[in-house]
């Protein structure tokens, strides 16, 4: 949604004023549908020119996608305006990492203004898509608390050294469903990222992740009431920012 909060940043491409987000560690040659963003755009350019911003188009797009992939639906508020700018450090120090601990986990979602009940409901949106080999390495080769059979498997399409950027799904059960089998796959240890795999290793959050399990409808409702809480993080509204005609760069 934007680093400096739902305001579009991420979308715009590097300029000769700032390096923006797209090439930022967590996002290089990972974050992906940019295409599909512009032709969103241009179709409501066409209709109702300076109208739609592009912040708003991704949080329209984020809840459609989840209802079409067979998960909850929720309000998405609008009104949001898009920003003039992009910060690639802040993409670097302010997108959680693989790597963190539950502890950081928390402490990261808490500086944005989420809890940790947001933590990992949002962290359920990872019954969904791939990451990247080099994102995933070191648990399935370095770590214990995975599956021997399920970091065996995964071995095989991420050696120990090169294929960066092979893909594999974070969620191995059902991964292009939106369902709960994230959170099964957490109990018995098929967490694709070391910080997946911290929302179940003995920690606080194993109660709400255990409960997620067996009631897909209370996983709907606290994503959908996180995702939410999420698209209200720092919007531009009023006069604030503008309203791009092109979602990959400012007027």
Known sequence: ?????????????????????????????????????????????????????????????????????????????????????????????????????????????????????????????????QARCTSFRTHIYNETNINSTYATSLQANCPFSGGDNNLSPLDVTSPTVFDNEYYKNLVSQRGLLHSDQELFNGGATDSQVNGYTGSSSTFFTDFANAMVKMGNISPLTGSSGEIRTNCRRVN
């Open 1 to 129: 949604m934007g680093i400096m909060g739902c305001d579009g940043s991420l979308l715009l491409d590097d300029n000769a004023t700032f390096t923006g987000e797209k090439t930022a560690r967590p996002n290089n040659n990972s974050v992906r549908g940019f295409e599909v963003v512009d032709n969103i755009k241009s179709q409501l350019e066409s209709l109702c020119p300076g109208v739609v911003s592009c912040a708003d188009i991704l949080a329209v797009a984020a809840r459609d996608s989840v209802v079409v992939l067979g998960g909850s639906t929720w309000t998405v508020l609008l009104g949001r305006r898009d920003s003039t700018t992009a910060s690639q450090s802040a993409a670097n120090s302010n997108i959680p990492a693989p790597t963190l601990n539950l502890s950081a986990l928390i402490t990261s979602f808490s500086n944005q203004g989420l809890n940790q009940t947001d933590l990992v409901a949002l962290s359920g949106s990872h019954t969904i898509g």
